[in-house]
């Protein structure tokens, strides 16, 4: 047999490539919304002065925070909104913290935390007339660096419209997106001390003068009893998907999308791990009480299974965890208590409430169902329900709890999607 020589070879590809171009070419328009990766320097960051604002209008809100009488509303990347909430029936919107790269916050002492891009800040908020910076912790939030270059990668909501050409039936089609609400929905963390109260959502949380983040995989120590001088002291690796962040009493209860942690925090500069419970690959805040954890699943564009519970967990024994029943639900996001009463937001589909004193029973024990009520976290606060959405920030009286009585709604002028 004789073999091609180059030529011939040649004649072929040609031949081939011929065959090809007299296909069909079929071009496509996608118009998509996703996040787009921007590169920054953040030497140029932290060359910006932080002035205070005049108090703006929300536009798509996302973690929620409550500190004495003031309620405080993360702008995803942008920043915070400080308000006036002493009479939540009517919240008096104060002003605005411009943080770029802000996702989370906590509060001590008069000192609020906030992450910028890989930076800790900390800022005296005694005075909102006098809102100062104090302190920022640099390079602790290294996930976000690209060691290579030095550069810090971040993602920018945006939207995109792409032409793709195909041949033959074959399309050439892969789009890569982020779901911008798995990072910036809005713990719901123990009031203690002189710290505030997160929704169940919080990265954020403070206990025994630690303040402690997560992201991703890892866990964050910073040592905050000097409240205006935050130090970071180590971080933990805890495994990819961790989600939230909740303390109660000595322990800190860590929600991943496989699990929830719990961790041993009597040494608050060095908690270490007593069980991790696992569950399968769903979004996973978790709140609790002394006896039970209750853990919510849901799917979603990174929650995957297809999983919409409330799980029931009994921690009597922290070194082993178990689960003592489920519950279905539509898709549950964040999740709070108040004594024997359990508040849900469930996402597009409303807000629930249930009395959990019988945790085998909690099915049969339903108080309402605010279908019309959009939401995705809350917290229980010691003068009302504030629940937040992709439509606001609502707030309700909730002394008879079997009956919420809506208070006040701060509408927003970007309404987004829930997922």
């Known amino acids: 047999m004789k073999t091609p020589g180059l ?38 960051i932290r060359a910006r002065t932080i002035s205070i604002e005049p108090a703006k209008e929300l536009d798509n809100p996302g973690k929620i925070y409550i500190y004495g009488d003031y309620l405080l509303i993360n702008e995803p990347t942008k920043g915070i909104h400080i308000l006036d909430n002493r009479n939540p029936s009517n919240p008096i919107n104060k002003n605005f913290i411009p943080i770029e790269g802000n996702v989370d916050l906590a509060v001590n002492d008069n000192i609020l935390y906030a992450d910028n891009y890989v930076d800790l800040l900390a800022f005296d908020i005694s005075n909102l007339n006098n809102i100062r910076l104090v302190k920022r912790v640099e390079d602790v939030f290294t996930h976000m660096y690209r060691h290579d270059t030095g550069q810090i990668i971040t993602y920018k909501d945006s939207v995109l419209t792409t032409e793709n050409a195909y041949w033959g039936g074959c399309p050439n089609c892969m789009f890569y997106t982020m779901d911008a609400s798995r990072s910036f929905t809005a713990n719901y963390a123990a009031a203690a001390q002189s710290y505030g109260t997160g929704g169940s959502m919080a990265r954020f949380t403070l206990s025994s003068g630690h303040l402690y983040a997560v992201d991703e995989s890892t866990m964050r120590v910073f040592d905050v009893k000097t409240p205006a001088d ?11 998907g961790i989600e939230t962040i ?3 009493q000595d322990k800190l209860f860590i929600g991943s999308n496989r699990g929830m942690h719990i961790y041993d925090a009597s040494t608050p500069t060095s908690p270490t791990r007593m069980a991790v419970y696992e569950h399968v690959v769903a979004c996973d805040p978790v709140v609790v009480n002394e006896d039970f954890a209750f853990v919510t699943l849901r799917s979603g ?8 519970q ?9 070194y082993k965890p178990y689960m003592m029943k489920s519950y279905p639900m539509l898709n549950p996001h964040g999740l709070g208590l ?24 909690i099915d049969q024990n339903q108080m ?4 019309s009520m959009k ?37 927003v002028k970007n309404p987004i999607v829930v997922k």
Not at 230 to 240: E, N, S, T, V
Not at 398 to 405: D, G
């Open 7 to 44: 030529p011939s070879l040649l004649w072929i590809f040609v031949l081939a490539l011929a065959s090809l171009s007299c296909q069909d070419e079929v071009t496509t328009t996608h118009t998509f919304r996703t996040m787009v990766p921007v590169y920054l320097e953040m030497s140029d």
């Open 230 to 240: 935050p130090k970071f002291l180590k971080p933990i690796d805890l495994g990819w």
């Open 246 to 248: 909740f303390p109660f």
């Open 301 to 308: 564009n990174f929650c995957v299974n297809n999983v919409n």
């Open 310 to 318: 409330l799980q029931i967990i009994n921690i009597e024994d922290p």
């Open 338 to 361: 108040a004594g024997d009463n359990l508040y849900i937001a469930e996402g597009s589909h409303g807000l629930k409430s249930f009395k959990v004193s019988d945790v085998m029973a």
């Open 368 to 371: 309402e169902f605010l279908q």
């Open 375 to 411: 939401s995705v976290d809350l917290i229980p606060g010691p003068k009302s329900l504030i629940v937040i959405g992709p439509d606001g920030v609502c707030q309700f009286d909730y002394s008879t709890p079997s009956k919420l009585v809506k208070l006040s709604c701060i509408d």
